[in-house]
């Protein structure tokens, strides 16, 4: 009996799939584009030192002085009844610029649990995390014709 367990259990350990290796699902179609933000950063750092003066006092000094310039986007983007937020730092090479897109355009993406994938009408992408992912909040409006209200898809009857 023990000589059987053995390769039943190393089967079992084989065919078992821990999570790390899970694929992630992927969602794709058209999403509309809610926002998109660049911001732009100046980061300045200063290192600052000390030294005895002549009289014997501690005296601080800028030592040095370094600016760097950051830039990073923030995309929303709806697919059905989600809206996916991402965020990334700019990148020199990528293909397609965020600040081409336009709010309420339609575009093609898909999106999985951590990145999120958009295309341009010319076929060019750009990728980013997802930092967010939530509900459409449902906004009521007032109807003029009935005095009714009805959800933000605008059906007044």
């Known amino acids: 009996m023990p000589r059987t ?4 259990s190393l ?3 084989l065919s078992w799939q821990s999570p790390a290796s ?3 699902a992927w969602a794709c179609g058209a999403g509309t ?5 660049a911001i732009d950063e100046a980061v300045t750092r200063e290192t ?3 030294r005895r ?3 014997g006092d501690v005296e601080i000094f800028v030592a040095r002085t370094d600016t760097q310039h950051r830039r990073s986007y923030v995309l929303a983007v709806q697919l059905g009844d989600l809206l996916y937020t991402s965020a990334s730092a700019a990148d020199p090479h990528g293909t397609l610029d965020p600040m081409r897109i336009v709010a309420g355009d339609s575009i093609e993406m898909c999106v999985s649990a951590t990145q999120m994938i958009v295309e341009g009408p010319n076929g060019t ?3 980013a995390r997802v930092v ?3 509900t459409v909040p449902s906004v009521s409006v007032g109807c003029r014709k009935t005095g009714t209200s009805s959800s933000a898809a605008g059906r007044c009857r």
């Open 5 to 8: 367990l053995f390769p039943v």
């Open 11 to 13: 089967l079992v350990l």
């Open 22 to 24: 899970a694929q992630s």
């Open 33 to 37: 584009v809610r926002s998109i933000e």
């Open 48 to 50: 600052i030192s000390t």
């Open 53 to 55: 003066g002549d009289d």
């Open 125 to 127: 992408d750009y990728r």
């Open 132 to 134: 967010t992912q939530g």
